[in-house]
């Protein structure tokens, strides 16, 4: 880019800019805060993802700022996020939790509060990265009044959740099918977590591959790390007991009812082996079913038999999550669906085998066989064959877990980071990646 002496002594690049001046980035999240707690509300990996992200950008030099609905009108219109990243509070709507399929009435308004603050500090943004399909359509109008690059991630796609519904699991609306279709139709890149989500992106959505970057999260290895299973199993509580574990939302979709099912089915063929086995449960309920999916949780394992054998704790503070990664023997992920599956790379990280259901981006974050077990389908029988396995032998399951954490070293939030640089500096350049 060009750059034009000033009257005065400022240097100043073709745009009317300063010559040199950090890129600004406007992160939209808009249906959920990377402050909330994963594990409960609509809260989860993309919370976590887009918070590392955003500080580590910004201990990079860029200027990263993230956009969310305000649910709570004691927050502050700015918060702090790390390294100089910043939380946009935007009204639009009541400032009180909100159905995901009630938002898209507020879109407008959110829109306009985005570009008030913008307006208010006197320079627009630099580029506009968006995630979910809702935010998407907040980032493509900001993107033609901007004249600036869009970046979309969607974390999950609706096409691909309705293609593994559970039993009277509802299907996704139409207007997020059509609203993804449009975002990523007009995005000029794409960020896909992993291969096969770049492949569903291609085949479900037709987009184009020249497009789409693919760029893993990470794991926070300060916070997740082998640690003294004993001493963990203390801290939380739980010792003389073995511990299997779910982390997740209470959602169908997560396959909590399949991780209850397959506990009692492996107790059911090994009673004396599983005597002192347990399944702790860690999140809280999602969408607007608030506790029912609690209660029929706690009403399946009691009618299987092994109520007292189901522990539910609410969702967890990350420090405190790696106690229970690393007290359990391991860590079950029965997915439907998964675009990646943060939760069995920390568990990895920490250890300590995964028995996952074989979709999506769990098949490139578990290495069959190696760090855990890769399970076809959702029979809780099948499950639970694998989940014996690794309760019967401790010389594999320790090999399992040493293997989980040299797989783990290959992803980083400074990684990702550098994803997102690149892909960035591809549109803000008009260069190719180096």
Known sequence: MGTVKDPGTVELAADGRPAGHAPRIAVVSLHTSPLDQPGSGDSGGMNVFIRAAAERLSEGGLQVDVFTRTRDERRPEVEELGNGSRLINVQAGPSAPVPKDELRRFLPEFLGGVLRRARSEGSDYDLVHTHYWLSGWVGRSAREIWGVPLVASFHTLGKVKNYSLSRGERPEPADRLSGEELVIAD??????????????????????????????????????????????????????????????????????????????????????????????????????DHGAEVARLMDLASALGVGERVMLFPPQPQSRLADFYAAAEAVLVPSRSESFGLVALEAQACSTP?????????????????????????????????????????????????????????????????????????????????
């Not at 199993?233 to 511990?243: E, G, P, V, W, Y």
Request: hydrophobic content about 45%.
């Open 354 to 434: 995964v028995v996952a259901s074989a979709v999506g981006g769990l098949r490139y974050v578990v290495e069959d066989g190696v760090t855990g077990h890769l399970v076809g389908g959702h029979d809780p029988g099948d499950h639970a064959e694998r989940i014996l396995a690794v309760l019967g032998d401790p010389g594999e399951r320790r090999r399992m877990g040493q293997a989980g954490v040299v797989r783990s070293l290959r992803f980083s939030w400074d990684a990702t980071a550098a994803g997102m640089r690149s892909v960035y500096r591809e549109l803000l350049d008009g260069r190719d990646p180096v």
């Open 187 to 288: 995005a000029d890149r794409i960020v896909a977590a992993t291969p096969v989500e770049a492949a569903q992106l291609v085949g479900l959505y037709r987009a184009e591959p020249d497009r789409i970057r693919i760029v893993p999260p990470g794991v926070d290895h300060g916070l997740f790390f082998p640690r003294d299973r004993s001493r963990a199993k203390a801290r939380l509580h739980l010792a003389d007991l073995r511990l299997l574990l779910f982390v997740g939302r209470l959602q169908a979709h997560k396959g909590p009812d399949v991780a209850v099912r397959a506990v009692a089915e492996a107790i059911a063929r090994d009673p004396a082996g599983t005597r002192d086995v347990v399944l702790a449960i860690v999140g809280g309920p999602s969408g607007t």
